[in-house]
């Protein structure tokens, strides 16, 4: 699926049958997964550093960055609802709340009365990431920042502070379960810190050669894909956070992935301007191959 541009992130409908798709300095894209053809596309001024998109719970509302503004969107049509100052947004879980950042600081915002509050925190934030449950919120810093801040959603001035790479953040993401969160950094490794007891030491992936741009969870929790400067995405199993494959077909770096709700499918973006969708393998499958050339 030729999207053109430097794709950057991806998300599934609730349903699974649509697929959103953003790139850098380029467009925002809505495809029909069974046919992989455009059924919908919204240009965006110039946008900046690691774009975003996401749908609401209910599948009716999608919510993008461009260039410092999130803009909330209908689906299918990707007519405008309204927008506001702000980027890298997702939904909360009832889909009437968006977390935004904006002046590095997160900000959640009711989109029908329009109120707006501050999250405590005294950082330059880069990377937002909620659990499942709602319960554990995390943040990574902004350029140059390389750790981690997790905190209770009920008290966001007491927080834990991770040290996790060495350099610049650009993933964040929990398991569905909320016990692990992963991260990828310009270091080139990935990261998987346990939420049970976040002082415990993360576990190292080195997982690509240059950054590693993109992380994922498939929904049983089992297993985490990653993508990186080497044209990859690796495959990995949380039991034993060993490899388990390697899918191959990008011609540049791998910078967006989801999996689809439904956990048949995963969804990669890369800056080669193309979306790959892949049947997502089970364990079983993964196991008995190294590498899966398993476009869908």
């Given amino acids: 699926m030729s999207h053109g541009g430097f794709v950057q992130s991806l998300a599934f409908s609730p349903d699974s049958k649509l697929l959103a798709s953003i790139a850098q300095s380029s467009n925002l894209k809505l495809w029909d997964v069974a046919t992989e053809q455009a059924v919908a596309e919204r240009n965006n001024t110039q946008l900046g550093g690691g774009p975003q998109v996401a ?7 999608l919510v993008a960055d461009d260039s410092g503004t999130v803009r909330v969107l209908k689906v299918p049509s990707l007519v405008e609802y309204t927008n506001f100052p702000g980027k890298r947004p997702s939904f909360l879980s009832a889909g009437t709340e968006v977390i935004y950042i904006r002046d590095g600081a997160i900000r959640r915002r009711d989109l029908k009365s329009h109120n707006e509050k501050v999250v405590g925190t005294d950082w330059n934030v880069g990377r937002v990431a909620i659990s499942p449950d709602r319960r554990l919120w995390a943040a990574s810093g902004g350029e140059l920042t390389s750790s981690v801040r997790v905190w209770n959603a009920d008290r966001p001035d007491q927080f834990t502070e991770l040290s996790r790479h060495v350099q610049m953040i ?8 909320g016990r692990w969160l992963a991260s990828g950094s310009w270091d080139g490794t ?24 993109a992380a994922a969870f498939s929904p049983d929790g089992r297993t985490l894909a990653t993508g990186g400067d ?13 490899q388990a494959a390697t899918l191959r077909e990008h011609t540049a770096s791998v910078t967006g992935l989801a999996f689809s709700p439904d956990g048949r499918l995963l969804a990669s973006g890369s800056g080669d301007g193309t979306v790959r969708i892949w049947r997502a393998p089970a364990l079983d499958e993964i196991k008995s191959s190294e590498v899966l050339g398993i476009r869908r």
């Fill in 170 to 177: 650009w993933s964040l993401c929990f398991s569905p379960d």
């Fill in 230 to 242: 080497d044209n990859t995405i690796r495959l990995w199993q949380l039991a034993s956070f060993q």
């Fill in 55 to 61: 749908f609401s719970p209910d599948g009716i509302l």
């Fill in 190 to 213: 990935n990261r998987i810190g346990s939420m049970t007891d976040p002082r415990q030491p993360a576990v190292s992936l080195v997982a690509h050669n240059g950054s590693a741009w």
